[in-house]
């Protein structure tokens, strides 16, 4: 791709956020990962990863778990619960069920987690 498609392709993305929330950007040239969740709010957990991709039934139901237990370190921001729903769920990003790619998931679903928990 030549320089002129290149920065055609670029997205650029401005978010504005008030109130009492916690925002990190993360990524490179290709991608930016805005996470705007309040910690504990279950609610803004899955709002967040509807913005992200995942289809409401889905957010909901790892939003579900995530509430349900505690990290198993700071390192490890998943509980046992998250860690089998992701390796049960991840194939859809892989085949288009999410409308977002199986990097950008994992990356997604892990600082949405962070967030949840106050651990980022």
Do not use: C
Not at 40 to 57: A, M, R, W
Not at 90 to 111: F, H
């Amino acid at each position: 791709m030549d320089k002129d498609n290149a920065s055609k392709a670029q997205q650029i993305t401005q978010q504005i956020i008030y109130g009492n929330v916690g925002n990190v950007i993360s990524g490179g040239s290709e991608s930016t990962i805005n996470v705007n969740i309040q910690s504990h709010n279950k609610e803004s957990l899955v709002n967040h990863l509807k913005e992200s991709g995942l289809p409401e039934e889905d957010a909901r139901e790892f939003a579900l778990i995530v509430e349900s237990e505690k990290p198993l370190s700071s390192e490890e921001p998943f509980g046992n619960g998250a860690q089998n729903w992701i390796a049960s769920n991840i194939r859809k990003a892989a085949d288009g069920t999410w409308k977002v790619g199986m990097a950008v998931a994992t990356k997604v679903l892990t600082e949405a987690v962070l967030k949840y928990y106050n651990l980022k």
